[in-house]
Protein backbone atom coordinates (compact mmCIF):
# COMPACT_ATOMS: atom_id res chain seq x y z
CA UNK A 1 0.00 0.00 0.00
CA UNK A 2 1.84 3.05 -1.30
CA UNK A 3 1.85 6.58 0.92
CA UNK A 4 -1.42 8.08 -0.83
CA UNK A 5 -3.56 4.73 -0.17
CA UNK A 6 -2.66 5.00 3.08
CA UNK A 7 -2.98 8.56 4.29
CA UNK A 8 -6.49 8.54 1.97
CA UNK A 9 -7.84 6.13 4.45
CA UNK A 10 -6.89 7.87 7.74
CA UNK A 11 -8.67 10.82 6.50
CA UNK A 12 -11.28 8.94 5.63
CA UNK A 13 -11.46 7.46 8.75
CA UNK A 14 -10.88 10.11 10.69
CA UNK A 15 -13.59 12.31 8.83
CA UNK A 16 -16.00 9.37 9.97
CA UNK A 17 -15.92 9.74 13.98
CA UNK A 18 -15.52 13.73 13.35
CA UNK A 19 -19.12 13.59 12.07
CA UNK A 20 -21.82 16.03 14.06
CA UNK A 21 -22.51 13.99 16.66
CA UNK A 22 -26.23 14.92 18.00
CA UNK A 23 -26.06 17.65 20.96
CA UNK A 24 -27.59 16.21 24.53
CA UNK A 25 -30.20 18.15 25.59
CA UNK A 26 -29.85 19.14 29.42
CA UNK A 27 -32.11 17.46 31.80
CA UNK A 28 -35.16 18.69 32.52
CA UNK A 29 -35.78 19.99 35.93
CA UNK A 30 -38.08 18.28 38.02
CA UNK A 31 -41.52 19.40 37.71
CA UNK A 32 -43.99 19.50 40.33
CA UNK A 33 -47.85 18.61 40.08
CA UNK A 34 -49.44 22.37 40.02
CA UNK A 35 -50.72 23.52 43.27
CA UNK A 36 -54.71 23.61 43.82
CA UNK A 37 -56.19 26.28 46.17
CA UNK A 38 -58.64 25.69 48.01
CA UNK A 39 -61.87 27.07 48.30
CA UNK A 40 -60.82 28.75 51.76
CA UNK A 41 -57.92 29.90 50.02
CA UNK A 42 -60.00 31.70 47.41
CA UNK A 43 -62.26 33.22 49.46
CA UNK A 44 -59.26 34.97 51.44
CA UNK A 45 -58.02 36.12 48.56
CA UNK A 46 -60.99 37.68 46.81
CA UNK A 47 -61.72 39.18 50.76
CA UNK A 48 -58.07 40.85 50.64
CA UNK A 49 -59.35 43.01 47.47
CA UNK A 50 -62.51 44.38 49.39
CA UNK A 51 -61.86 47.49 48.76
CA UNK A 52 -64.35 49.15 45.90
CA UNK A 53 -61.81 50.95 43.86
CA UNK A 54 -60.81 49.77 40.04
CA UNK A 55 -57.65 48.36 41.05
CA UNK A 56 -59.71 46.14 43.42
CA UNK A 57 -62.43 45.49 41.60
CA UNK A 58 -60.08 44.21 38.96
CA UNK A 59 -58.34 42.08 41.04
CA UNK A 60 -61.13 40.21 42.49
CA UNK A 61 -62.74 39.44 38.98
CA UNK A 62 -59.52 38.48 38.09
CA UNK A 63 -59.08 36.11 41.30
CA UNK A 64 -62.52 34.39 40.05
CA UNK A 65 -62.32 34.13 36.09
CA UNK A 66 -58.80 32.24 37.19
CA UNK A 67 -60.16 29.83 39.72
CA UNK A 68 -63.61 29.20 38.06
CA UNK A 69 -61.62 29.11 34.42
CA UNK A 70 -58.69 26.75 35.12
CA UNK A 71 -56.30 29.31 34.05
CA UNK A 72 -52.60 29.51 34.58
CA UNK A 73 -51.74 32.95 35.60
CA UNK A 74 -49.92 33.74 32.43
CA UNK A 75 -53.49 33.07 29.99
CA UNK A 76 -54.92 36.34 32.00
CA UNK A 77 -53.23 38.53 30.34
CA UNK A 78 -54.09 37.34 26.90
CA UNK A 79 -57.92 37.49 27.87
CA UNK A 80 -60.35 39.92 25.99
CA UNK A 81 -63.60 41.18 27.29
CA UNK A 82 -65.43 38.74 24.25
CA UNK A 83 -63.54 35.81 25.41
CA UNK A 84 -65.69 34.80 28.50
CA UNK A 85 -68.63 32.59 27.68
CA UNK A 86 -71.41 33.74 30.34
Do not use: W
Not at 45 to 53: E, P
Not at 57 to 75: D, F, P, Q, S, V
Amino acid sequence: MSFVETESSVNHRASSTLRKQPRKRPKPQRRFPPEVLSDREIAALIDACKDDTPAGLRNRALIAILYRAGLRITEAPALRPIDPDL
